[in-house]
């Protein structure tokens, strides 16, 4: 009885061990917790442009990847471009921003 307990808590040790493994990130693909993290990232980019006036959240795409915030689409002036980078270098937990929005 005592051999089966110590196999079934070495196995489920590894077992852990290989879910743990599993989850982490490596430099092209984000672990759970990273997905998340950007998860909320992407939406309060998002939510802050559309809190912006002037600015059509619509024609903004914003994607997040371990912090990096891009944004693309198509908006109608340079000062547009510029406001929309400022406002999503503003928001917590950005590293960067990517700015690949171009003019109409």
């Not at 196999?7 to 077992?15: I, K, M």
């Not at 002036?77 to 503003?90: E, H, Q, W, Y």
């Amino acid at each position: 009885m005592k051999q089966l307990i110590k196999y079934l808590s070495a196995f489920f040790l590894a077992l852990t061990l290989l879910a743990a493994v599993g989850c982490a990130s490596t430099q092209k693909q984000e672990g759970t917790g990273e997905y998340f993290d950007d998860s909320v990232i992407t939406s309060k980019v998002k939510a802050a442009i559309l809190n912006e006036p002037g600015l059509s959240s619509a024609e903004i795409n914003v994607e997040t990847f371990k912090g990096v915030v891009q944004l693309s689409g198509f908006v109608s002036s340079r000062a547009d471009i510029n406001k929309a980078v400022a406002v999503a270098r503003g928001v917590a937990g950005v590293k960067s921003v990517k700015n690949d929005m171009r003019l109409k």
